[in-house]
């Protein structure tokens, strides 16, 4: 489908949502060309974005609240800002890391509005409570939510940069793009988040 | 010896990127390989988290409700904007300065000031023409000759009024009378003054 250059992006949403169709050329375009036509309206292109991008971000997401109801409920708000949003993106930055921003910024405002600053001394308190994977022992699994609970007590910088270093795999430099810092900056905060969870998983795995 | 290792390097001891003289260094200081086993340790704990794969169906699902979710938010948008339609606000727009015109019109034939009346203009000692006619308060400075003049003579005629002769011509709202006055022709101020003097000299019952 391709948009109307005279319509307004809100009501070509609308219809193009309901009449969301596959187009070819949109299946090996890369993300600047699908950001394009987005920007134009194009809801099948923004359709594409979120297929190839969906899983990074809903993982993004789920590395902050570790629940998968608010998980996606995030990569839902996460793509909807995106295309809210798309009209101030300028390209400057990868579609991936900005999309990696927002989520990183949606996720901690809804982290930052459900758990209060968590006191160090009691993040056990604050394990998970989704159900065990196949095979998992008991003591696998409370090592895991030991952890899981002592990432999640972690300053917000010290777990955006933890997080998305160790799990996603990200360059520093990437990092520092999406959470809008230097490199140093980036470096210094997993340094300090490996330390603060080693204190914090002391005596506890 | 050399300066024991930065956070900065901590790190990139980490991603096996530290240049060989740190590493010297850190062979051979006790302080930094234990800090480097420390957040070793803390990184394996952090890695070995894993999210745990969503059904297959999510991901799909996950695009159905971020088009949803964009559709009603255009619907929304749609609800108000309808109202930003030139003919819808050409009338609009028509009406509000017909109206501000009305208040202006009521505004500059208004003497300035409150218009006090019962006991307190009673009390002070100022009958309700003297405030009509603005002396003891602001002069009416920008009221038009036609307005003066029909005041001066109301003026005039309330001066002959006996006690309580303005109840018994039932006017109780100064602003009124001073509106109601100005907008009279010469004709109809001379049959009101006609009226109003029969109704002061017929004797009351």
Redesign the interface.
Same mark, same amino acid.
């Given at each position: 489908m391709r948009a109307d250059a005279t319509a307004?992006p809100?009501?070509l +949403? +609308?219809s193009a949502?309901?009449t969301?169709s596959d187009t070819p050329a949109f299946e090996t375009a890369d993300d600047v060309v699908l950001v394009e036509a987005a920007r134009r309206g194009d +809801?099948t292109a923004?359709?594409h974005l979120?297929?190839r991008h969906?899983?990074a971000v $809903?993982?993004v997401c $789920?590395?902050f609240v570790h629940q998968?109801e608010d998980a996606?409920d995030l990569?839902?708000d996460t793509?909807?800002r995106a295309? !809210?949003s798309l009209a101030n993106f300028r390209g400057e930055a990868r579609f991936s890391t900005w999309i990696h921003r927002i989520a990183v910024n949606v996720s901690l405002n809804r982290v930052s509005l459900k758990t209060p600053v968590a006191d160090t001394a009691d993040f056990d308190l604050m394990a998970d409570q989704?159900a065990p994977?196949p095979g998992q022992s008991l003591v696998d699994r409370e090592?895991?939510a030991a /952890?899981?609970a002592a990432?999640q007590s972690l300053p917000p910088r010290q777990r955006t940069a933890?997080v998305l270093r160790? $799990?996603h795999e990200l360059s520093?430099q990437e990092v520092a793009d999406i959470v809008g810092t230097s490199v140093?900056a980036v470096?210094?905060n /997993?340094?300090?988040a490996? +330390?603060n969870? !080693?204190k914090r998983?002391e005596g506890k795995? | 010896m050399t300066p024991c290792l930065s956070p900065d390097e901590f790190v990139d001891l980490l991603d096996g990127a530290l240049p060989a003289e740190r590493r010297a260094h850190l062979d051979a200081c006790a302080v930094c390989q234990a800090t480097a086993a420390d957040v070793r340790e803390a990184l394996a704990a952090a890695e070995a988290l894993d999210v745990p794969e969503p059904s297959p169906l999510f991901w799909p699902a996950i695009n159905a409700r971020v088009r949803s979710a964009i559709a009603d938010d255009a619907a929304t948008t749609r609800g108000w904007r309808a109202w930003l339609r030139l003919d819808v606000l050409v009338p609009i727009a028509g009406l509000a300065l017909v109206v501000m015109a009305i208040a202006s019109a009521v505004d500059t034939l208004s003497p300035v000031g409150q218009f006090p009346s019962g006991p307190d203009a009673v009390a002070d000692g100022r009958s309700p023409v003297e405030f009509a006619d603005g002396v003891l308060d602001e002069p009416a400075t920008d009221a038009p000759a036609a307005a003066d003049d029909a005041l001066a003579m109301m003026v005039d005629l309330a001066d002959t009024l006996p006690d309580g002769g303005w109840d018994a011509l039932g006017v109780t709202r100064l602003p009124d009378l001073d509106v109601a006055a100005a907008a009279l022709t010469d004709e109809e101020r001379s049959a009101l003054a006609s009226l109003l003097q029969s109704a002061v000299e017929r004797p009351k019952s």
């Open positions: 307004s809100w009501t +949403a +609308a949502a309901s969301v +809801a923004f359709d979120v297929t969906r899983r $809903y993982q $789920y590395r998968h996606a990569t839902q793509f909807v295309w !809210k989704h994977a090592r895991a /952890v899981r990432v933890l160790t $799990y520093h140093g470096k210094a /997993v340094f300090h490996l +330390a969870l !080693k998983l795995v | -």
